[in-house]
């Protein structure tokens, strides 16, 4: 639905910028101008923000992420029949978006994670066309807290479950990063063969 | 000294020449930038997006200028 009305308007400003150059070639007054305002300055620009955002949106989706052969394995593993798994349980029982499942997991907060996710995928695009992925992937940085901590920070099985209690300063030391969350909850991705 | 601003074209047919490249500049770009609702293959949407992102803002920017300066000249 998207993508049809940005291809009617991407329709309707090509037509209007080719009347006004057909416009400008008897005159370049008033009514011109003032059509220029529409086609050379409204339109374009609303549609540019649209489709960025547009694009934004698909480049975060699992099929995005999944259509380079590197990711084949992680893909699989969203839908693997084992709740001991971190990825397959949130996936399977729709406790992320299970569209941006992939982004919502591997993004820092906030619009510095936000920037750092989209130079990590321009690096990815590179080595995939252009270098040699690794046989074995793996984080270019410690799993961060903050990514779980961003949606599970405030529920109340995370500050009152039995397993958060103790040590006492244990929820605590989980929001410093001082103790990693993967540390008992270890089974990130199951990947077959 | 003469002012860099000085050196550029300015009048009625500047601007109606400037408007006329920015307005194709910017069918270029979204011709280019369409080709994003088409495929999703990573290398392409990395080349089309910033291309045709350029392409329409270079309109946008030749439009700013004729309408603020080239008809003052």
Known sequence: ?193 | MVSPFQLLPSGPDAAARVLRRGALSQVAGVFVLSVALFTKMPLILVVVIPLGGLLIALGFLAWLWAVIWAESG
């Open chain 1, 1 to 193: 639905m998207a993508a049809t009305i940005l291809i009617v308007l991407a329709a309707v400003i090509v037509v209007l910028l080719v009347v006004l150059t057909r416009f400008l070639r008897t005159q370049a007054g008033g009514t011109a101008r003032v059509f220029s305002v529409l086609a050379m300055g409204a339109l374009p620009a609303l549609w540019l923000m649209a489709m960025l955002v547009y694009a934004d949106s698909e480049m975060k989706k699992v099929s995005f992420c999944t259509s380079c052969h590197e990711m084949y394995a992680h893909g699989n593993s969203l839908e693997v029949d084992d709740d001991e798994s971190l990825v397959a349980s949130h996936y399977r029982n729709n406790r992320v978006d299970r569209k941006k499942a992939c982004y919502t997991c591997h993004t820092n907060p906030g619009f510095l994670g936000y920037l750092d996710a989209k130079m990590r995928g321009m690096h990815d695009v590179r080595v995939h066309y252009f270098g040699r992925a690794p046989e074995e992937l793996e984080l270019v940085e410690p799993y961060r807290n903050a990514v779980c901590l961003k949606c599970h920070g405030k529920a109340e099985n995370f500050l009152e479950g039995d397993g958060h209690q103790y040590p006492e300063t244990l929820i605590d030391d989980l929001r410093a990063e001082e103790v990693s969350c993967l540390e008992c909850h270890d089974v990130g991705h199951i990947l077959e063969d």
